[in-house]
Every structure is written in structure tokens, then in C-alpha cells.
């Protein structure tokens, strides 16, 4: 009994130990192929994290060319509004350009007209200037004629208006086809108004006694200020008070001393055409003036260069 129960004891034993060297063996496999595949999965990770990272960087990449993308399109958009407005613009030329067309077609049709009223008068001119001889000099005698009635007329005016005038109140001059009287501000108005001196009066009535006696000439009265401004009740600047004064003028050569109406012209500068700078007290003496133009009537002028007044 007990030799079996020893000899159960050791094939226990024996057993026990097979079992134990068994486990071991399979556990050192398995622990094998644990770590092989606990070191596939590290690759695996590596692997994935490189191409996490990989496409992260295309993702960046992508992310940059589309923001470059973006800017590129909005940089379009601008200029694309920018050639629409310009061809707006051009739209809005070609508009103009087409009124101004039609405008220039409608003169064109006008200057036409003109041009064969025009043509008839040159075919005309030019028959008649077969005849060219006598007309240069008929233009010629009359040139002469004017200068030598210019220079007559201005010789008397300077003898009748030299006595009790001061030089500097009164100038005569010759300008080619006519003859000017300028007469000083201070001697023709009050200051500042339009109201004319007794002195001036004498003048005026001197210079009316010689247009009166030639019925070919006309006169034109022109008014110049100084460019210090004025306002008053009846007047609003210079060009009022110059208009003023050129007017009061024709007015005493038509009332007070008989001159034709009809050859008389009243015009204003105002402080414009100066002859001075008005810088200076004595350039502004200078600017107020009122000149008298004596000068032949314009029909005059025409009668002169018409051909048919060629002597035969």
C-alpha cells in the first residue's frame, strides 16, 4: 500500500513536471509572437503616422495654394470690374462720338449749302478780278484816302482839344483805320460815379462839333475802370459802373450836342484790358479812362472790297 501510494506519488510528480515544462514552452511561444506582432503594429504606426504626416502636409500645402487661389480670383474680379467700367466708359465715348458725328454730318449738309452760295459769290469775284489791276488799286487809293482822313481828323481834334485841356487829360492817337480820344477819369466823372463834369462837358461838345461834320464816320464810346471793386444801390461791380459811364457819355454827344444816334455805341470793359498795372495808384489812374473811337462806318468797308465797284 504504501510502495503504491509512493510510486502514485512520483508518476504525480513526474506528471506535474511534464505539464509545467509543457506550459512554459508554449508561453515562451506565445510571448513570441506577442512581441512579432506587438513589433508589426509599431511599424504599422510608424507607417501610419508618416503618411498622417504626409498628408497633412498636402492638406497645408493644398490649404495655401487655395488661399493663393482665392487671392488670384479676387485680384480678377477687381480688374475684370475695372475693364467693365472702362468699357463703360468707352460705351458712354462712342456715344458722344457718334452725337458728335451727327452733328458735324448736319453742318457738313449746312456748309454745303453755304459752300454753293459761297462758290457762286467766288466765281463771280473771280470774274470780275480779271480786272485785278484796277481793283489793287482802287484798294490802294482807298487805303490812302482813310490814312490821309485819319491823320486829318486827328490833327483837328488835337487843335480843338488842346485849348484848356491839360496833356494828360487828353490823348489823340491814329490806330491803322481809326482814330481814338482817350479822355481821363478824372477829368470826364466825379469820383465813383457816372455823373460827367462841366470841364468834360467842354470837351465833349469840341469832339461832337467834328463827328458832326463828317456823316461817314461813327463813334463808339467804351467805359474802363480800375480793378477796385464797387457796390452800390444801382450798381453791382465794375462792367455796371463802366456801362454807366460809356452810356452817360453818348448820351450828352446825342442830347446836349445833336450827334446822329445812329452813329453813336456805348460799351463797357469794366476793369478788364487794362493799360497799367493796378498795383500802383498811378497805374490805376492810368486804367480809368473813357475812350472815344471815331472810325468809318463797316459798310464803308465792304463797298471797298466789293468787285463791282471796279472802275471800268
Not at 497633412?56 to 493663393?68: D, H
Request: with cysteine; charged share 30%.
Amino acid at each position: 500500500m504504501n510502495n503504491t501510494l509512493k510510486l502514485s506519488s512520483i508518476l504525480l510528480l513526474i506528471a506535474v513536471a511534464f505539464t509545467s515544462c509543457v506550459s512554459k514552452k508554449k508561453l515562451a511561444e506565445r510571448e513570441a509572437g506577442y512581441k512579432k506582432q506587438l513589433e508589426i503594429a509599431n511599424n504599422q504606426l510608424n507607417d501610419c503616422e508618416f503618411s498622417l504626416n504626409k498628408h497633412l502636409g498636402e492638406i497645408s500645402a493644398c490649404r495655401a495654394e487655395l488661399a493663393k487661389k482665392e487671392a488670384e480670383k479676387k485680384s480678377v474680379d477687381n480688374l475684370l470690374k475695372v475693364r467693365e467700367e472702362q468699357i463703360d466708359d468707352l460705351k458712354d465715348q462712342l456715344t458722344d462720338a457718334k452725337s458728335i458725328r451727327d452733328k458735324q454730318l448736319t453742318q457738313v449738309g449746312d456748309l454745303t449749302v453755304l459752300s454753293q452760295s459761297a462758290n457762286e459769290n467766288i466765281k463771280e469775284t473771280l470774274s470780275q478780278l480779271e480786272n485785278k489791276d484796277k481793283y489793287i488799286h482802287l484798294l490802294q487809293g482807298a487805303k490812302t484816302k482813310a490814312d490821309s482822313i485819319n491823320l486829318a481828323l486827328a490833327i483837328n481834334l488835337k487843335s480843338v482839344l488842346k485849348q484848356g485841356v491839360a496833356d494828360d487829360d487828353v490823348e489823340v492817337k491814329v490806330d491803322k483805320t481809326v482814330v481814338f480820344v482817350n479822355l481821363s477819369d478824372k477829368m470826364v466823372f466825379h469820383s465813383g460815379s457816372s455823373i460827367i463834369t462841366p470841364r468834360a462837358q467842354e470837351v465833349l461838345s469840341k469832339i461832337a462839333k467834328i463827328v458832326k461834320s463828317r456823316p461817314d464816320l461813327e463813334v463808339m464810346v467804351e467805359g474802363y475802370t480800375d480793378n477796385v471793386p464797387i457796390k452800390s444801390s444801382c450798381m453791382d461791380d465794375n462792367w455796371d459802373l463802366s456801362v454807366n459811364r460809356a452810356t452817360a457819355v453818348v448820351r450828352v454827344l446825342h442830347k446836349n450836342y445833336g450827334v446822329d444816334p445812329n452813329k453813336l455805341i456805348a460799351a463797357g470793359r469794366g476793369e478788364y484790358n487794362s493799360i497799367a498795372s493796378n498795383d500802383t495808384p498811378t497805374g490805376k489812374q492810368m486804367n480809368r479812362r473813357t475812350r472815344i473811337i471815331i472810325l468809318p462806318k463797316l459798310n464803308q468797308f465792304y463797298d471797298l472790297l466789293n468787285p463791282s465797284n471796279v472802275p471800268k
